[in-house]
């Protein structure tokens, strides 16, 4: 095999369960290439035995010679054919294939540098190889030309090689986006950015319409959405979620370049990571959480602390007590707060006025509402509202 190889610098592969190994690869080769080649092994073993080279397509134009023989299948290339496979831009295709841009550089220069033999020189090699594998002569395959096949049509073997590329990286991806998620409904910022350093190419969209703008928007519009709901899980109320999410849906159609797109892209799950923190319970007793979850739930009627004591079966007093050493505030300064945090996404994306607002939020008037407004966030309503919309 050694000296196969060494002759003409092309991989030999070899498929054999009598002889107790699969699937041998002898080279550092691209994982598609490596992939295509035992795909090609598997599909001769499935073939009759003959004492014949076949000559196999794979993608790119690439050839292969294949023997099954005795129990044993033998792969040899890739290679191409000279006129056919030299000097051809396989971009479009390699887009196709959906891979990492470090895969995708490796494959590319791989396939530049394929041997490329005459058409009229393939009898002779693969008698060669089928003479030194069988030591007999044997028939071999040819064909002067390639099929006709375009560059973005699956070979036979596309279906498998198809389910390899994207079943890999699909897998890698919902990976990324498990744990992607998880830092947002954690409101882990640091996290979150971490992960979007060690993965900014494997997190990239491939093209899939002319405008590369609007495919940027797709996804933008994709992360969003699986971000929200990531923050939903993290405790943050469906309603200044679902504020935040459109106000940044707003802010997506609004974008007029790829730039724009990236540096939203960008903010977008810092936000909701924030608006996490801003919400995030965990650090409070089970008693005290569910209280605020049931303040949270009827922000825009007036709860008393004796109607929640009662529901959460503890006395008034003791919920008072352990409510104000836990978070710092009463009960009804609490509520405000919330109130107050729950207005601010609509604010800034300007989807309720004020006196709207006020009255949602249960706010006896506009004014007091301005009032609770300044004293905890120390602008006004407007002022924070016109300030969202410069940032």
């Known amino acids: 095999m050694e000296l196969v190889q060494s002759l003409t610098n092309i991989e030999l592969r070899i498929s054999s369960v009598k002889l107790g190994f699969d699937e041998l690869n002898l080279t550092n080769q691209p994982q598609f290439i490596v992939h295509e080649a035992n795909q090609l092994l598997k599909q001769l073993e499935q073939m009759p035995e003959q004492h ?10 690439s050839y292969y010679l294949g023997i099954h023989w005795h129990e044993v299948a033998y792969v040899y290339g890739p290679f191409c054919i000279e006129k056919y496979g030299k000097g051809v831009d396989y971009s479009n295709a390699l887009n196709y294939l959906d891979l990492d841009l470090e895969s995708q550089l490796l494959l590319e220069s791989y396939l530049d540098h394929r041997a490329v033999f005459e058409p009229t020189k393939l009898k002779g090699l693969g008698k060669m190889l089928g003479s030194f594998l069988t030591s007999k002569e044997i028939e071999v395959q040819t064909c002067s030309k390639p099929s006709n096949r375009g560059l973005n049509e699956k070979p036979d073997l596309g279906e498998e090689l198809d389910k390899f590329s994207k079943a890999s990286r699909l897998e890698l991806r919902f ?41 940027r928007k797709y996804l933008a519009v994709s992360s969003n959405s699986i971000a929200a709901r990531a923050a939903i899980a993290g405790g943050v109320s469906l309603q200044i979620v679902e504020a935040l999410s459109i106000q940044h849906v707003r802010e997506i159609e609004g974008c007029n370049s790829s730039k724009d797109i990236e540096t939203l892209s960008y903010k977008i799950p810092l936000n909701y990571c924030k608006l996490v923190q801003r919400y995030n319970l965990r650090q409070h007793s089970p008693l005290i959480r569910l209280a605020i979850e049931k303040m949270r739930s009827n922000l825009s009627n007036k ?11 503890v006395t008034p007093e003791h919920l008072a007590r352990q409510f104000k050493k836990e978070t710092g505030h009463t009960v009804s300064k609490y509520t405000n707060r919330l109130k107050i945090q729950e207005s601010l996404p609509f604010l800034a994306g300007k989807q309720l006025t004020v006196d709207a607002l006020a009255e949602q939020l249960g706010f006896c008037s506009s004014a007091y509402f301005r009032k609770v407004f300044k004293d ?16």
């Open 376 to 391: 905890i966030m120390g602008s006004t309503p407007t002022q924070y509202a016109n300030q969202s919309v410069n940032d």
């Open 303 to 313: 709860v008393s602390l004796t109607k929640i004591a009662s529901q959460l079966d």
């Open 52 to 61: 014949k080279v076949r000559l196999l397509e794979g993608w790119f134009d």
């Open 175 to 215: 990976e990324i986006e498990k744990r992607w998620t998880k830092a947002i409904s954690m409101g882990d910022e640091q996290t979150y950015l971490r992960i979007l350093e060690e993965n900014v190419d494997r997190l990239r969209m491939p093209t899939r319409v002319k405008s590369s703008l609007q495919d």
